[in-house]
């Protein structure tokens, strides 16, 4: 590279990095003067004032600001009429900036203080939402899961001709199949560790807790396999009656998924304990 290009290299990569100083100091002083402006509107007086830039931040989608200002003008409007309104959106903001356990308890707050109001259906059902909300992926513990559905049911039952009964409904179908999911992955997890007879175990309560499920032939599959190996693996005098489970197994899985892709596989593990069993007599 001769000593022309080097330098425009040069001189290039200087005014790149002094763009973005300059960039970053804008951005900080932006900041420090939209906190400086929140500060002196906090420090107003005037809560019709503080209440109009509040609603204003609202609509700008600026909730934290919002929120601010809601949460110092609440005490002045406590027995106005406004009151509802202002409670109402402070809740919001919790929701909109994904504080989803501090948004349910305002929620809930919400229905305690406005029992009676035209907004209570939107906001009960954004309590339970808002536990929907808060469901972590379904390999982690899934409690609030189980509250999203539990409150989404209620719900329903509460208002049962709400237009949002629809969703609901698919809100719950939606968390009852990731909580499927997790004891699914817990049951094979067993399997994968050899742990045979609490696989079987494990398959079995999933089963009982998910009979009108899609893969319900798979379980019942994968409680014979679990419950073969296990006879396989145990000690002699054990494995005659431990086929014979295995056994009665496979003739339920016949009886109960008689058009299942699976029976092929469930009659092969049947004809198998069966011999098993026999040479073990």
């Known amino acids: 590279m001769n000593s022309t290009a080097l330098a425009v290299k040069n001189n290039g990569i200087s005014l790149a990095r002094r763009f973005g100083w300059i960039l970053l100091i ?3 002083i932006t900041g420090c003067k939209s906190s400086r402006s929140l500060s002196k509107i906090l420090k107003n007086p005037d809560p019709d004032f503080k209440l109009r830039i509040a609603e204003q931040y609202f609509v700008k989608k600026k909730y934290s600001k919002a929120q601010q200002i809601y949460e110092d003008i609440m005490p002045y409007y406590k027995a106005s009429k406004e009151f509802e309104d202002i409670y109402y959106k402070y809740a919001y903001c919790a929701y909109y900036q994904g504080d989803y356990a501090n948004a349910e308890n305002l929620f809930k707050s919400f ?5 009676n109001s035209t907004k209570a259906e939107e906001v009960d059902y954004m309590r339970a939402y808002s536990f929907y909300k808060q469901s972590p992926k379904a390999e982690l513990d899934q409690t609030n899961t189980a509250k999203a559905m539990g409150m989404m049911q209620t719900f329903i039952n509460t208002h049962p001709g709400s237009a ?3 969703e609901a409904t698919e809100i719950i179908d939606q968390c009852r199949a990731k909580m499927e ?5 817990s049951a094979l997890l067993y399997f994968d560790l050899g742990q045979f007879r609490a696989a079987g175990v494990t398959f079995a309560t999933l089963l009982n807790n998910y009979p ?12 014979i396999k679990s419950y ?6 145990s000690v002699e005098e054990k494995q005659a009656e431990r086929f014979d489970q295995v ?4 003739n339920e899985f016949s009886d109960r998924f008689p058009d299942s892709k699976l029976k092929k596989q469930a009659d092969e593990y ?9 040479n073990r007599q």
């Open 26 to 28: 804008a951005v900080l």
């Open 111 to 115: 229905l305690e203080i406005f029992a």
């Open 164 to 166: 949002r009964n629809k």
């Open 181 to 185: 999911y997790k004891d699914y992955k």
């Open 212 to 223: 009108e499920s899609d893969r319900a032939d798979e379980y019942k599959l994968m409680i």
């Open 228 to 233: 073969y190996r296990f006879a396989e693996l």
């Open 247 to 250: 056994i009665n197994e496979c």
């Open 270 to 278: 049947l004809s198998l304990s069966q011999k098993n069993k026999k």
